[in-house]
């Protein structure tokens, strides 16, 4: 039996860097709030919580409090709303996320039809929608493109997404128009873990992917990996069934970017209890056999 | 036995209108010459030889003499060094294709990496490189992209390229860039003409493609009829050989953009002949079987 992790699991940058800016901020302000969750990981989001961070659900809640702006960004009006409330803001936006904004915005002002690759329902793609002046679609894939012809389209992806879909996207976009502008917004830590997970699940016989059921690009690595091989998303090593690893030589773990590493280590160790070898255990994510290096994650 | 014209077989608007232009010039003037072949078809451009419409091949022959440019284009440079030397210009570039080089142009200016789908050696794509200011580069699919990333990246298509080319080129570059920006410069004509192409092919036992053998849409129409069933690429009537209609009972035939009537009125008589039945000749194209209307052609 053998258990390996998949290089580039857990924390990405974006998700890194926000957490550091609500910690620090949190030790700056007597109370301080978030608007949503800051990342999508309930585990990460209820510890913030025990360090003074909570959670709010709209700007009436926030009754002038210094205000986390979540790494999924806002929308442009509830920002601009902050702002003229002069409400302190700490906006941990992811960067790459910043960007995209910045990108449907410079697409829908020169006029293009904006089409998002994305969920209609994530906190990102809500955001992202309100930076177009124009009027913005949503598909979650090329199936969901309206029956029409456009002149000039601009495509944005959600930055969790993975690049066979934005690519199926544009080859039945192209022959509907005359001029396709494709922003490839999908983050490089993004692809990376998705490549990392896809090879790490070709050689298991099962695959475990931790990480919040709402996260998006958690989903996408189960997604893929599902493709390859049996696979199951959970949030919590709570979840694991003993029964799972009857008959299974090679198990594969993978982690989304707002997963952090100490419920990877609680998986980890629950699967090896399972195993009956209580003596492997591991205290911290470095010692799991096969991942060389931090950098690898 | 049954024989069939694919619908939009023949002349496009560009070489009808390039053609009827050169027409009227050589009855304003004394002496005219076109720079290259007008159009790529060697018994139309001797039949405008007839008319008085010499064919040179570089500016040193013009000897001040009007000029004809010929429907694909000509290089900037080239352009330029008629207007200074005071020449007249007839110019019978294709509307389409002046599109397509103000596009690279455009991209050029804008900082794109230029990328032109087409034939390095073709006269349009010659004509298209000098309009970006950049380098560009030529590829004829998706296997000539060098190895590299790029970070923005313009593409545009010669005019006669077939969608699915574009398409594969897209997914090949998609991953290796930031921003692509295509033009989808193939034109209406072009595309129009090969689905009615591939329409015809798939219900035939053999088709005949007729038009010049430097064409780059009848090469086109081979390719993508020779996918399906066998195809012979022919000039003119006298090529074809009695033997490829042996036990074949559904005949296609096509024609390319710059390929004139009485050809392809020429070779269906001539298969009509082969078959033993003189009567069914023809004396212009209306009246082939099962073609509705001009407005299909």
Chains 1, 2 share one sequence.
């Not at 006029?111 to 177009?132: C, M, R, T």
Request: charged letters at 30%; one cysteine or more; hydrophobic letters at 35%.
């Amino acid at each position: 039996m053998k258990i390996r992790i998949a290089k580039n699991s857990g924390f990405c940058f974006g998700v890194k860097r926000a957490i550091k800016m609500a910690e620090d901020a949190s030790k700056k302000y007597n109370e301080i709030v978030t608007l949503g969750s800051i990342i999508h990981n309930p585990q990460m989001v209820k510890k913030l919580e025990q360090q003074g961070i909570h959670k709010v659900n709209s700007l009436s809640e926030i009754k002038g409090r210094p205000t986390i702006i979540r790494s999924h960004g806002v929308e442009k009006n509830t920002f601009n709303k902050l702002l003229e409330q002069n409400i302190e803001i700490v906006d941990t936006t992811c960067p790459y996320v910043s960007k995209t904004q910045e990108y449907t915005q410079l697409l829908g002002k020169a006029g293009y039809q904006v089409i998002i690759l994305g969920d209609k329902n994530h906190p990102e793609v809500i955001a992202l929608q309100s930076y177009s002046d124009g009027n913005t679609i949503v598909v979650k894939d090329a199936s969901e493109l309206p029956d029409k012809k456009f002149d000039k389209v601009g495509v944005i992806s959600q930055t969790t997404r993975n690049i066979e879909d934005l690519q199926n996207l544009t080859r039945e976009l192209l022959p509907r128009c005359r001029e396709l502008r494709i922003m490839n917004t999908i983050c490089n830590a993004t692809s990376i873990r998705q490549k990392a997970t896809l090879e790490l699940a070709k050689e298991s016989d099962l695959m475990i992917v931790i990480g919040g059921r709402n996260s998006s690009n958690t989903k996408m690595l189960a997604k893929i990996s599902g493709k390859y091989i049996k696979t199951h998303h959970i949030e919590v090593a709570e979840e694991i069934d003993k029964k799972w690893f009857k008959n299974v030589e090679n198990i594969g773990i993978t982690a989304g970017a707002s997963t952090p590493d100490w419920i990877i280590v609680e998986v980890y160790n629950k699967i090896i209890e399972y195993l009956g070898n209580h003596e492997k255990k591991i205290s911290k994510i470095e010692d799991i056999p096969g991942l060389r290096s931090k950098d690898e994650r």
